[in-house]
């Protein structure tokens, strides 16, 4: 890896980073929903301050060449990424259902109070 390269992917990753504790601080994201983002980031700078990890977790995982296990690790990213939107969504979902519930019975409530005062 290039110095250049080197630096750069420092300086993505600090940004990232601050970026997101910025959000963060803002209270504009929650804290359970930036994770991957904050875990990503910091795994950036790690590779990128110590590229020879790479090697190491390649030869761990049986894999012959260090782009190939960065690809793997991409990929099992994206899976716990997919994975983790699904459960945001889900439970989102219940939440509106219930909401959507919730503001029939009382539109309900409020015509039957409504017709009710008609008749008087």
Known sequence: MTIRLKI???MIALFALIF????IRKKV???KHVLMWIFTASMI???SLFPSLIGIISKLLGIKEEVNSLFFLNGVLLIMTVFSLSIVQSKN???LKKCIQELTLL???LE???SVEVKK
């Not at 997101?20 to 959000?23: C, D, E, K, T, V």
Request: no cysteine; charged share 40%; net charge positive.
């Open 8 to 10: 750069l992917l420092i």
């Open 20 to 23: 997101i504790f910025n959000l």
């Open 29 to 31: 994201v929650d804290l």
């Open 45 to 47: 700078l790690i590779f």
């Open 93 to 95: 979902s219940r939440k």
């Open 107 to 109: 539109k309900k409530e």
């Open 112 to 114: 039957e109070k409504e």
